[in-house]
């Protein structure tokens, strides 16, 4: 019993494709798990016609991205698209995901004033709450006598997420950049003013 005798079908491919790609060849127990389960050229066949359907949906996503900037409707879309190796069921999930997918990007990277005003406050809440997390962090362990620069990284990271909770957006949108930005250089300076 070998090492890859537990493995499946695609765990087996992987395995295969990772050895030829970084060894130019594949182990000897590796191919003879494989012909244990069928012949090499089936095998290669199989990875084929994997590579070859991985190609036809990345093709398809293409155009679907396509028709989205295009500015045609999901329908429209759909009814444009076709393919001879991936079902129209298949098509039409990849079409609904894709274009749900592009929206929500478009949506995250909108500033609008609701945006903006959100972010604002979100600096406000996010500096207070992060300079508070961090100053009882300094008081409760001991080893962190005074303010470190590095612990600006966790006020960066409570702020994001507050700010990211406020707004509904991720940091991809410039206005929750440079909120979560903004609050940090605030728990900098709090920290800079009580120690002295």
Do not use: W
């Not at 095998?43 to 016609?49: D, G």
């Not at 991809?172 to 300076?189: G, S, Y």
């Amino acid at each position: 019993m070998g090492f890859y005798s537990k493995f499946s079908d695609q765990d087996l491919i992987e395995s295969y494709n990772n050895q030829i790609d970084y060894q130019g060849k594949a182990t000897k127990e590796l191919l003879e798990e494989i012909t244990s389960r069928g012949s090499i050229k089936d095998f290669q066949t199989k990875i084929e016609n994997q590579k070859t359907l991985l190609n036809e949906r990345n093709r398809i996503i293409r155009e679907i991205h396509q028709h989205y900037l295009n500015k045609s409707s999901k329908q429209e879309c759909f009814s444009l698209i076709s393919s001879e190796l991936i079902s129209k069921k298949e098509i039409q999930i990849l079409v609904e995901t894709k274009y749900t997918h592009i929206q929500q990007n478009i949506e995250n990277l909108i500033v609008d004033s609701d945006t903006i005003l959100k972010s604002f406050v979100g600096i406000i809440v996010s500096s207070i709450i992060s300079s508070l997390v961090i100053t009882l962090l300094i008081y409760f362990i001991n080893a962190l006598i005074v303010f470190h620069f590095f612990l600006l990284i966790p006020a960066y990271i409570i702020n994001y997420f507050i700010i990211r909770l406020i707004t509904k957006k991720t940091r991809d949108n410039l206005a929750v950049f440079i909120a979560t930005f903004l609050a940090t250089v605030l728990n900098f300076l709090f920290f800079i003013i009580s120690i002295n």
